[in-house]
């Protein structure tokens, strides 16, 4: 009977013991930011190509990179290599492109397009090693017909620029 | 902005620079051109009033490309007032092409209550008062001229009259004078006179004159007052009374 008492005893003091959970709640803010600062359009020459040079009536696109925090990023931008909206393509499409440093807050930013690798050939990185702005230019020019100089079919075309800032 | 250096007035910053307006940053934009081993530093400035500078920003491009910059200084509401010539200086080899700069500014309206009249403390400026010439004609060269004697005759019967004046005061001073001497004799001829008289009196002795005595008694007072009581004279009343009317009648004229 004892025994009993006590186991009860026992379960009681085990069912009475108190606890707390205590979250522990923290937010990180960006300290790089990527905007749109000019938007792009393509330009047509002649049938078979688009391009966003302006001497074509197009307009290059600019990204806008701002970090706050120096040696904490690379800003990487890849040129179009595709079209993300067009009509029915029948053919083949050769893309070309470049991605450049167009404006700084900083010339001490000025070696940023020497020191720059290209992972794959549309993708071109920069390591953002000064606190600050920079602006990168991605101009794309698509010609149809693989190498035939095709007319492209009427309609609306649209491609996209990529730009990512990614943590070292 | 004209070639390197700007002033801060209202037809280069484009907006009215009165008191009251702050400035709290400058963006400025530039593309410098150089050769990537060149030493070339640019410097955007804006010097203080009194002396120094408001802010100086040097981006140094020695051993660089020259890449387009565009940059934010942020600066602490400074009043405009402070703010003297702006500039973009440079050193080393090279060049600054298509800058540009941009001025950030809050405006305090009643900074200067005058700005406008639903500030506190406004006061409502005085009329201008034209300020107005008097003519006179008798300061006007032409009039004097024209007013101007001219007539020989008429200069010679003036200087005739002004001889005569002259005269005329010479006899009159010498009159005055005659007259006193006259006087003086006159003043004199009296007292030998009574010098005369006197000695006349010595001669005939009319003392017996002044020692003449009058026979007569002593005045007693023959009137008295028995009893009874002063009556007032009723007639003398009336008298009074009709001066008094006489007097309200007098003084009714003056009203």
């Not at chain 1, 010609?143 to 990614?166: D, H, L, M, R, W």
């Not at chain 2, 080393?92 to 009249?117: I, K």
């Not at chain 2, 005569?164 to 009159?175: A, F, G, P, S, V």
Request: aromatic letters at 8%.
């Amino acid at each position: 009977m004892k025994k009993l008492l006590l186991t009860i005893s026992l379960i009681f003091g085990i069912t009475t013991a108190s606890y707390a959970v205590t979250n522990i709640v923290g937010s990180v803010e960006s300290r790089c930011t990527v905007n749109t600062d000019t938007a792009g359009t393509y330009g047509n020459p002649n049938a078979y190509t688009l391009t966003t040079l302006p001497a074509s009536s197009g307009q290059v696109p600019i990204v806008r990179f701002d970090v706050s925090l120096a040696d904490a990023y690379f800003a990487q931008i890849s040129y179009p290599t595709s079209f993300s909206t067009s009509p029915s393509l029948g053919d083949s499409v050769t893309w070309t492109g470049a991605v450049a440093v167009v404006q700084t807050s900083s010339s001490s930013m000025s070696g940023y397009q020497a020191a720059s690798t290209t992972p794959t050939a549309s993708m071109r990185q920069y390591a953002l090693t000064v606190a600050g702005t920079t602006w990168f230019s991605a101009t794309s020019v698509a010609t149809y017909g693989g190498g035939q100089n095709k007319a492209f079919p009427s309609g609306s075309y649209t491609a996209v620029v990529v730009a990512e800032c990614i943590a070292q | 902005m004209y070639g390197h250096t700007w002033g801060m007035t209202t037809p280069i910053l484009g907006v009215t620079t009165e008191e009251g307006m702050d400035i709290s940053g400058v963006i400025y934009n530039y593309l410098p051109v150089k050769e990537e081993a060149d030493d070339f530093t640019v410097t955007v400035q804006n010097e203080k009033v009194g002396g120094g500078y408001i802010f100086q920003d040097t981006e140094d491009w020695s051993g660089g490309i020259g890449v387009r910059i565009q940059k934010v200084v942020p600066l602490a509401y400074i009043p405009i007032e402070l703010f003297g010539d702006g500039s973009i200086t440079t050193t080393g080899t090279g060049s600054v092409e298509d800058a540009t700069v941009l001025y950030m500014y809050r405006w305090d309206e009643c900074r200067n209550p005058q700005n406008n009249e639903n500030c506190a403390g406004y006061v409502p400026p005085l009329p201008v008062i034209p300020k107005i010439e008097i003519y006179d004609a008798l300061d006007d060269e032409f009039v004097e001229s024209a007013t101007k004697e001219t007539d020989k005759d008429l200069i010679v019967e003036k200087e005739e009259e002004k001889n005569n004046d002259e005269e005329e005061e010479e006899k009159e001073r010498l009159e005055i004078a005659l007259a006193a001497v006259e006087n003086a004799l006159t003043i004199a001829n009296t007292v030998s006179q009574a010098s005369v008289v006197r000695a006349m009196n010595i001669a005939t002795n009319i003392n017996s004159y002044y020692v003449a005595q009058i026979q007569g008694g002593a005045y007693t007072e023959t009137i008295s007052l028995e009893g009874g009581k002063i009556v007032d004279n009723r007639k003398v009343l009336r008298s009074l009374g009709q001066d008094n009317l006489m007097n309200q009648m007098i003084e009714e004229q003056y009203k």
